[in-house]
């Protein structure tokens, strides 16, 4: 890979990760992700271009606003920095193509997702409604239209019945997280999403269960471990079926 394609890569994803920790920040409050500009959380006073450099603004600033002086969460560097790997990763596997560009914006949603829900415990409709129909109209230049909407129903209705089933068990935002996968990665990557999730899934209730002293009925948010799968089936969901089948 040329040195000159790693730095527009992760610039690039420098770039996407502070627009994600907008969406992060703002959608739950149902605030607009375009406008106002960037703001301090604590003193509301308006950031500068200077103050919003991915990573290299919070470093150069210490963690702390250069007005009130306040604490900056290092959340908003981690989501930068995993935004830029996360596209490093799509680049590296499927090279300049439209797959590559579907795999940046699926990753945002993955990432955005992930963090609202381990903050908040919910996947906003304002977040998967748009992906999923991203998902679908991106579909005619990767992987086919129909398989798309197979993944999306399929995936989809499976975690609603699941949902259904378990009485409250599953929420709402991971049926339609579920949903938005089966439109970027298919039947496959689906299947290999939901093996991948309830696996880590599993072993991190286990652990936690083991560590808190705590029951079996111990809440674990699926979403991280949904969008953490779901990444993984888009770049290798053929090698990890064949590789899975072959073991059986």
């Known amino acids: 890979m040329d040195i000159y394609a790693y730095i527009i890569v992760i610039t690039a994803g420098l770039l996407f990760g502070s627009f994600t920790n907008v969406i992060i920040a703002r959608m739950p409050a149902g605030e607009s992700i375009v406008s ?20 290299f603004s919070y470093l150069f600033l210490r963690g702390h606003c250069r007005h009130c002086q306040g604490k900056i969460s290092p ?12 596209f490093i990763g799509v680049y590296l596997r499927w090279g300049l193509s439209t797959v590559t560009a579907a795999g940046w914006v699926f990753a945002v949603i993955l990432l955005a997702a992930a963090f609202i829900d ?7 409709n ?8 991203m998902g679908l109209v991106l579909s005619f230049r990767t992987l086919a239209f129909l398989p798309a909407l197979y993944g999306t129903l399929a995936f989809g209705g499976l975690m609603l ?6 009485n409250g068990g599953m929420g709402g935002g991971d049926v ?5 996968i ?13 093996l991948l999730a309830s696996f880590s899934g599993a072993i991190f209730g286990l652990i936690i269960m083991t560590v808190e002293k705590t029951g079996r009925k111990t809440p674990v948010k699926f ?21 899975y089948l072959g073991f059986l």
């Open 36 to 55: 106002p500009p960037s703001r301090c959380p604590r003193c509301r006073e308006q950031l500068r271009a200077v103050d919003l450099v991915p990573v």
């Open 223 to 243: 979403g991280p471990f949904l969008a953490a799968s779901a990444y993984t089936a888009f770049l290798f969901a053929d090698a990890i079926a064949s590789w």
């Open 176 to 180: 339609k997280l579920a949903a938005v």
């Open 182 to 194: 089966g439109a970027f990665t298919g039947l496959t990557g689906s299947a290999v999403t939901l």
């Open 118 to 124: 381990i903050d908040h415990g919910i996947i906003p």
């Open 161 to 166: 019945a699941v949902a259904f089933i378990s």
């Open 126 to 133: 304002r977040l998967t409604y748009p992906a999923i129909v």
């Open 75 to 86: 959340r908003y560097p981690l989501v930068e920095a995993l935004c830029a790997l996360l």
